[in-house]
C-alpha cells in the first residue's frame, strides 16, 4: 500500500446484514477514534467510534514498540527516520501471520525496497473477529494538523503474499506547492467567482424586471370586448424600433406619428403616439375607437386598432407613402400638386365626409377637418384621417359634446360659442378646407397682409369685387378650368358661412348642380 499519511490504521468490519444485490450502508459513518502517543513511549489506539446499527466494529486495543516513524535499512540495520508530513510519497505493509499469531507493519520511502525488520510487531490472535463476510479498511486521522491523504495504490491477498504495486502505473502525487497555490486560487477565485455570479444574477433580474415593466399594458374588463382591435405595445414598439426619431412622420397637438413595420404580417402602418391622461376619458375613448375601426370607406384612413399603455394611447392607422395634403400645398419647392390632382382629393375628402355624417349607421362628426390630416396613398387619392376628435351619436341626436376642440380658422361661430361640435361645424370647416386647397395657403396668416390674414374674408372681399380668382395659388400658374375653380372657392364660402343654417349638408355638396364635374 502506497500512502502519504499522518498514520494509517486498519479496520475490521463485520456486516451483520447484506443482500444478493450487494452491501448496502444503511446509516452515515461517523469516525471520531484517535490515535495517541502515551507517555511510555507506544503508540495507543483508542477507539471512540460510533456506527450505525447495521454494523459491528471490533476495537484492537494493542499498542506498538516504538515511538518514531521510519524503517530499518536492511544493509545494516540502522533506523532511519521518515517525516509523514514531508509529502513524499511513502510505502507501507500491513502483514499478519495467523499461525504465529503475528502483526506486523513495515514503512520505507518509495524507492526502497520492503525492510526485512518491521517499523512495529504485535502478537495478537485475530481469528475471532475474521467471520466468512469481513471487510477490509483503513482510515487516516490527522488530529489538529490540516493534511491531505492520498492513496495511490494498494493491493490484499489472503493465505499468500500481496503482489507488488507497479510503481509505473501509479498515478502523480500532488505536488505541496501546487496544493498551495491552488489553494490560493481557490480562495481568491471562489469569493470573487460568487460575487460576479449574484452580481449578474441581480443584473439579470433587474433587467428582466425592467424589461416586463417596459412592456407592461394595461387591460381592463370593459376592454375585452374590444380585443380584436388591440396591438400589444411590444409589437408596435418592435414595428416603429423604439419609436425612433428617423422613423418619425410628424408632430401634431395630439401627438407623434411613427412609421412601422407589423413584425408578424410585415404591413406598413401609421402609429399616433398620444398622451391621454383620464381613465374614464379613455373609456370613452377607447369605445369610440372601436366604432370607429369599423368604418369602411375608400377615402377614410383605416384605423386598424389600439394600444393602451399607462398614460399613453397608440393608434394604429394603414401607412400613407404620400403623407398629408399640407406637405404638398406648402412645401417651399416650386414643384407642387397641379390643379387635378386637388380637385380630385377634394371630391375624395367630401365623399368620405359624407359618408361620416349621413351615410353610416350612427353620425360620426370628424371635428378636425385640414389639409394636415387628408393623408394621400400611393395614387395621391385623398382619405380623411385623424379620428383623434372624433365623436359619435345616433342620426337625429345631438352629440354629447360640449369640448371646444379644432384648429384656429376651422371653428365655426357657434362651436367658439357654445363649444357643441354639429355635422354644420364640420361643414364649416369642410368650406375652409376648399379655400385652403384652391389658394395654397393656411385660413390665418398673420403675416400676411393685414385684409389678408383671415382667408375666407379675404375671399369674400374679392368676391364681391369681382375678382376672386386673384386668391388662387399663385403655384398653379393659371393651370386650371376657370368654372372648376370658381365653384370651389363660391362652394368653400358657402360652407363657411357664419350662419349654420345656411351651410349645405354634405350629401348637398357632392350635388351642386353647377358642380356635376364634382360629384363625376
Request: glycine share 8%; hydrophobic share 40%; net charge positive.
Amino acid at each position: 500500500m502506497l500512502s502519504k499519511a499522518h498514520l494509517m490504521l486498519f479496520l475490521l468490519i463485520q456486516a451483520v446484514s447484506s443482500d444478493p444485490n450487494g452491501f448496502t450502508f444503511y446509516k452515515i459513518l461517523k469516525l471520531v477514534g484517535v490515535t495517541e502517543i502515551a507517555p511510555n513511549g507506544h503508540i495507543e489506539l483508542t477507539n471512540k467510534t460510533i456506527w450505525g446499527e447495521a454494523y459491528t466494529f471490533y476495537s484492537l486495543p494493542f499498542s506498538f514498540k516504538n515511538s518514531s516513524n521510519g524503517y530499518f535499512a536492511n544493509e545494516n540495520g540502522e533506523f532511519k527516520n521518515i517525516t509523514l508530513t514531508s509529502g513524499e510519497p511513502i510505502k507501507a505493509w500491513v502483514d499478519y501471520d495467523g499461525i504465529k499469531k503475528q502483526l506486523n507493519v513495515t514503512l520505507s520511502p518509495i524507492n526502497i525496497n520492503k525492510p526485512d525488520l518491521p517499523l512495529l510487531s504485535l502478537k495478537i490472535d485475530l481469528s475471532p473477529l475474521i467471520l466468512n463476510q469481513t471487510y477490509v479498511g483503513f482510515a487516516s486521522p490527522v488530529g489538529a494538523n490540516v493534511q491531505s491523504h492520498s492513496i495511490l495504490g494498494w493491493s490484499f491477498q489472503l493465505n499468500a503474499k500481496a503482489q507488488e504495486l507497479d510503481l509505473t502505473r501509479l498515478p502523480s502525487l500532488p505536488r505541496k506547492n501546487q496544493s498551495k497555490k491552488k489553494q490560493m486560487i481557490l480562495a481568491i477565485g471562489l469569493p470573487v467567482i460568487g460575487v460576479f455570479s449574484a452580481s449578474l444574477t441581480a443584473f439579470i433580474i433587474v433587467f428582466l424586471l425592467r424589461r416586463k415593466a417596459k412592456f407592461t399594458e394595461i387591460l381592463e374588463d370593459w376592454e375585452v370586448q374590444y380585443g380584436p382591435h388591440r396591438f400589444h405595445y411590444k409589437d408596435l414598439f418592435v414595428a416603429t424600433r423604439g419609436f425612433k426619431e428617423n422613423e418619425l412622420l410628424g408632430r401634431g397637438g395630439f401627438g407623434q406619428v411613427y412609421r412601422g413595420v407589423i413584425p408578424v404580417s410585415n404591413t406598413q402602418v401609421a402609429v399616433k403616439r398620444i398622451s391621454h391622461e383620464s381613465k374614464q376619458g379613455m373609456k370613452e375613448f377607447v369605445a369610440e375607437i372601436a366604432t370607429i375601426g369599423r368604418l369602411r370607406h375608400p377615402n377614410l384612413v383605416r384605423l386598424l386598432g389600439y394600444c393602451r399603455r399607462k398614460g399613453e394611447l397608440f393608434l394604429v392607422y394603414d401607412f400613407m407613402p404620400n403623407a398629408s395634403l399640407d406637405k404638398m400645398l406648402f412645401n417651399k419647392l416650386e414643384t407642387t400638386l397641379n390643379w387635378n390632382q386637388r380637385f380630385k382629393i377634394i371630391k375624395d375628402v367630401a365623399s368620405g365626409l359624407a359618408y361620416l355624417h349621413e351615410e353610416w349607421v350612427e353620425v360620426i362628426i370628424h371635428r378636425d377637418i385640414k389639409a394636415s390630416n387628408v393623408l394621400l396613398d400611393g395614387e395621391l387619392n385623398g382619405k380623411l384621417g385623424d379620428f383623434g376628435l372624433a365623436r359619435c351619436c345616433n342620426h337625429g341626436k345631438d352629440p354629447q359634446t360640449t369640448h371646444l376642440a379644432g384648429t384656429l380658422g376651422y371653428i365655426a361661430p357657434e362651436l367658439a360659442r357654445n363649444g357643441k361640435a354639429t355635422t354644420s361645424t364640420d361643414v364649416f370647416a369642410f368650406g375652409a378646407f376648399l379655400l385652403e386647397v384652391a389658394c395654397g395657403r393656411k385660413p390665418v396668416e398673420r403675416q400676411s397682409a393685414p385684409e389678408e390674414v383671415i382667408l375666407v374674408d379675404w375671399v369674400s372681399e374679392c368676391l364681391r369685387k369681382g375678382e376672386i380668382l386673384k386668391t388662387v395659388d399663385h403655384k398653379l400658374k393659371n393651370d386650371y378650368r376657370v368654372e372648376e375653380m370658381e365653384l370651389v372657392l363660391k362652394l368653400g364660402l358657402l360652407c363657411s358661412h357664419p350662419g349654420a343654417s345656411i351651410r349645405p349638408r354634405m350629401p348637398q355638396v357632392l350635388a351642386v348642380p353647377e358642380g356635376s364635374c364634382f360629384t363625376s
